[in-house]
C-alpha cells in the first residue's frame, strides 16, 4: 500500500504538471504520512543530507565549469574544433553537438553539467540553421548522457565505494562505450537530418583552416588532459577535479582569451546558481523519493523475486536491465547505485559477470534514466536552457531512448566492449 501511495500520488501530480521535484516531494510527504513509520522531518533530513556530501559537490562545480567555459570561450572553440572536421556533413550541427558532449564528458563528469555547457551554445545556432526545435533540444539532452560514461564519472566513483572496485579500471572500462554511444547517436542524427533535408556547413574543408582553428582552442583542448591526468595521476579527486575545472575556465577565459570580464562572470555566477539549485532540489526530492522506497522494502523485494527465478546469466541479466531502466525513471542516479549496485552485485557475480563490466552496465542503464520521464534531469536541464516545455523534449527523445538501449545491450552481452581496455593497460 506504501508503494501504491508513493507511486499514485506522484502519477497524479505529474499529470495536473507539477513540477517534478515537487511532485516526488509531495509523493514522498503522503507515503511517509500514510505509513506512520516516518516523521515529516526525515524529508528534510534527506534534503539536506543529498547535498551535504563531497561527491555531490563535483555537480555544482561542474556546471560553474561548464558556464565559465562558455562564457570564457572554451567551449565555443570546443565546438569550432569540431565543426571545422564536421560540420560540412549532413546534419553537421547535431553530428558537431554529439562531438563537443563526447569531449565535454572528458571535463564534467556529469550528464546535467554537460547539457547545460554544450546546450546554451550549440541550441540557439542550430534552431538558427533551421533544425526543428524537439529533435534539437533531445539530442543535446541524449548526447549529454555521455557525461556519466566516458570518465571522469561521479556514478563510476559511487559504484566504486559500493561495491569496494577499483575506481581506475571503471575509469578505463567507460572509454569505449562511452565511444560507441556516441557514435550510434551520430548515426541517428545523420539520417534523421538527411530525411529532413538539413544541410551542413557550405564553406569547405581545408588543413589551413584547421591548423588556424585547433590552434587557437588549444588551451580548449588541453583542458581533458588536466583534469584526467591530474586524476589518474592521483593528484586529485573527481569532485577537486571539478573545482579545477572550474577555475582553468575562470583564467582562461578572463586572463587568456579576454572574453570574460569581471561583470560577466558575476552573471555566469548567478547562472550556474541558478541551474545548479534547479538540479540540486530535484536531486534532493529524488533522494527522499528513494529513501522512502526503501523503507517500503522495493529494491530488496525485486532482488529477492530475479534470485528466485533460478534462470541463466542471459535471463538474468535481462530482468536486471529492466529494472534499472524503470529505476532510472524515478529515482536519482547516485541513489539508485547506492541502494542497487550491493544488491545485484552478488547476483550477477554468481552466474559469472566482471564487476567491472557489470558497473558500466548499471551506469549506462541509469546514463538512460537522464532521459526518460518523469525524472530524466537532463531532459529538464535541455528545456531550461532551450527555453522550452517539457513535453518538446519528449516528443523528440523516444528514438535516442531505443538508440541507447541498443547500445546497452551489445554493452551487457558482449563485455569486451566495456573489458577490452582495462585487459590491455590494467590487468
Not at 583542458?223 to 591526468?229: A, D, E, K, M, S
Request: net charge positive.
Amino acid at each position: 500500500m506504501i508503494s501504491l501511495v508513493l507511486f499514485g500520488v506522484m502519477i497524479i501530480l505529474l499529470i495536473l504538471n507539477v513540477p517534478v521535484a515537487i511532485a516526488l516531494g509531495l509523493a514522498s510527504l503522503a507515503a511517509i504520512l500514510y505509513s506512520g513509520d516516518l516523521t515529516t522531518g526525515y524529508i528534510v533530513q534527506n534534503l539536506v543530507t543529498s547535498s551535504d556530501s563531497f561527491t555531490t559537490m563535483a555537480i555544482p562545480f561542474f556546471v560553474l565549469a561548464g558556464e565559465m567555459m562558455g562564457g570564457g570561450g572554451i567551449s565555443r572553440r570546443l565546438m569550432d574544433s569540431a565543426r571545422v572536421f564536421f560540420g560540412r556533413f549532413t546534419g553537421g550541427l547535431a553530428i558537431v553537438t554529439v562531438v563537443v558532449c563526447m569531449f565535454f564528458a572528458a571535463i564534467s563528469g556529469s550528464g546535467p553539467a554537460t547539457v547545460a555547457a554544450v546546450g546554451g551554445m550549440v541550441i540557439p545556432s542550430m534552431l538558427a540553421a533551421g533544425y526543428d526545435k524537439k529533435f534539437t533540444l533531445a539530442v543535446i539532452a541524449a548526447a549529454g548522457s555521455i557525461g556519466v560514461i566516458i570518465p571522469p564519472s561521479i556514478p563510476m566513483v559511487i559504484y566504486s565505494v559500493s561495491t569496494n572496485q577499483s575506481i581506475s579500471e571503471l575509469f578505463m572500462a567507460g572509454f569505449v562505450p562511452g565511444i560507441l554511444i556516441g557514435l550510434t547517436l551520430i548515426a541517428y542524427s545523420y539520417f534523421y537530418c538527411k530525411k529532413r533535408g538539413y544541410q551542413g556547413d557550405k564553406e569547405p574543408f581545408s588543413w589551413k583552416r584547421a591548423g588556424k582553428v585547433l590552434w587557437d582552442a588549444k588551451w580548449a583542448l588541453i583542458c581533458p588532459v588536466i583534469i584526467l591526468g591530474g586524476i589518474y595521476g592521483g593528484i586529485f579527486t573527481p569532485t577537486e577535479a571539478a573545482a579545477v575545472a572550474a577555475a582553468y575556465g575562470f583564467i582562461v577565459g578572463v586572463f587568456v582569451y579576454k572574453e570574460l570580464t569581471l561583470k560577466e562572470a558575476v552573471k555566469v555566477i548567478k547562472s550556474a546558481v541558478v541551474t545548479t539549485s534547479t538540479i540540486m532540489l530535484v536531486i534532493g526530492c529524488a533522494a527522499v523519493f528513494t529513501k522512502v522506497l526503501a523503507v517500503a522494502k522495493i529494491p530488496t523485494l525485486v532482488a529477492n523475486a530475479i534470485t528466485g527465478l533460478n534462470a541463466n546469466k542471459i535471463v538474468i541479466l535481462i530482468l536486471i536491465n529492466v529494472v534499472l531502466i524503470f529505476v532510472g525513471c524515478f529515482m536519482e542516479t547516485l541513489c539508485a547505485i547506492m541502494i542497487l549496485a550491493p544488491i545485484f552485485l552478488p547476483i550477477v557475480t554468481a552466474v559469472g559477470v566482471d564487476p567491472i563490466h557489470f558497473g558500466i552496465v548499471m551506469v549506462v542503464n541509469l546514463a538512460i534514466g537522464f532521459i526518460t520521464p518523469p525524472l530524466g534531469i537532463n531532459l529538464f536541464v535541455a528545456s531550461r536552457v532551450g527555453g522550452a516545455q517539457l513535453s518538446e523534449v519528449i516528443k523528440g527523445i523516444v528514438p535516442f531512448i531505443v538508440v541507447m538501449i541498443i547500445d546497452l545491450l551489445l554493452i551487457t552481452y558482449l563485455p569486451a566492449i566495456s573489458l577490452f581496455l582495462p585487459k590491455l593497460f590494467m590487468r
